[in-house]
């Protein structure tokens, strides 16, 4: 039989062996000097670390730190709820990278205040500074509870909005505040409607008119020196499609609920450009994107239709990701 050929072990002892040839431990009273710290290898120093093509990147650093914030409301009293931080910078060429840590840093400075879009020019002028960048760009992404009344009955329930909070900073210094807002609606189709009323007129068949549960992402940017909180986008959207969904609901606000869709059935096309209607009457809204998507129940996919404003250099109607819109 042939013998084994002998081999190394270096984490673990092996037979006869007193110890390792690599000790493995964790000191936990080692704690780091001022001269210790300054001898730490540091990438920056180093000469090739740079990989692939010598040029500028976009955007870069930190996607989903998360951490409770206390928010602004139009009512006057804070909530505080679970961020979820996106923060990026540009980076120039010949520059290695970026200390990722400091974005974080930056953000925590400020995580006593109750937040506002304005909080994060203070945060960005901040994490620009410390990172030395000329790009930066913070998105604080949360869900935002607001009490819903029911239709009919009285009852109350918390209805829960995907919400955030967008800021940007050019290199020129110019800075732009965003919040972008998903609103979910019912929305009956009105072909299906006549239809389903032509069936009773003329053969006296009953038939039951399609909707589908919809939803509504709406982007916009702050005018300057104005303030926009949620419960303004809320109201704007619920002026303009009127079908929310409900969260407590008895008989009687069903049947409302199903009156109500009678009364203001609408294609998808229907739902942007009511919502525009709303969002193009504010003098606080600078500039908006409206993406909408009706989860058809007739057919085996959407109908979706995007929208905006129309401000030279700002939103585009070239939203795409409409996966993200099936609630």
Do not use: W
């Not at 000097?33 to 730490?40: G, P, Q, S």
């Not at 205040?113 to 304005?118: I, K, L, N």
């Not at 589908?212 to 926009?228: F, G, M, N, W, Y």
Request: include cysteine.
């Amino acid at each position: 039989m042939k013998k084994k050929k002998e081999t190394k072990l270096y984490l673990h002892k092996k037979p006869g062996a007193s110890r390792p040839l690599v000790d493995r431990g964790y000191d936990a009273d080692f704690v780091p000097t001022a001269d210790y710290r300054a001898e730490m290898p540091d990438m920056m120093d180093a000469d090739d670390s740079i990989q692939g093509a010598n040029v500028p990147i976009q955007q870069v650093g930190v996607s989903n730190f998360k951490l409770p914030l206390k928010f602004a409301t139009r009512g006057g009293d804070p909530v505080t709820l679970e961020a979820a931080v996106t923060g990026t910078v540009s980076l120039e060429a010949n520059l290695k990278g970026i200390n990722m840590s400091r974005i974080v840093r930056s953000f925590y400075d400020f995580r006593d205040e109750v937040f506002t879009p304005d909080t994060l020019r203070k945060i960005l002028t901040a994490y620009k500074r410390r990172v030395g960048v000329l790009d930066a760009r913070l998105i604080v992404a949360f869900s935002y509870p607001l009490l819903q009344k029911s239709l009919r009955s009285g009852l109350e329930g918390y209805q829960f909005y995907k919400c955030a909070y967008e800021a940007t900073v050019d290199r020129a210094g110019r800075f732009r505040r965003y919040i972008h807002f998903d609103f979910v609606y019912s929305s009956a189709c009105p072909c299906s409607a006549e239809l389903a009323e032509h069936a009773r007129d003329v053969r006296g068949a009953y038939a039951i008119p399609h909707s589908q549960r919809s939803k509504a992402r709406v982007s916009v940017e702050i005018a300057p020196r104005r303030r926009l909180f949620i419960e303004d986008l809320q109201a704007h959207c619920i002026e303009a499609l009127k079908t929310e969904t409900q969260v407590m609901v008895k008989r009687e606000d069903e049947q409302a609920f199903a009156e109500m869709n009678g009364a203001y059935i609408k294609f998808v096309e229907d739902a942007a450009r009511l919502v525009f209607e709303q969002l193009d009457r504010d003098p606080r809204i600078a500039d908006f994107q409206v993406a909408c998507a009706h989860l058809e129940s007739l057919h085996s996919h959407d109908a979706v239709s995007v929208i905006c404003k129309g401000v030279p250099g700002g939103f585009r109607a070239d939203f795409s990701d409409f996966k993200s819109l099936v609630c």
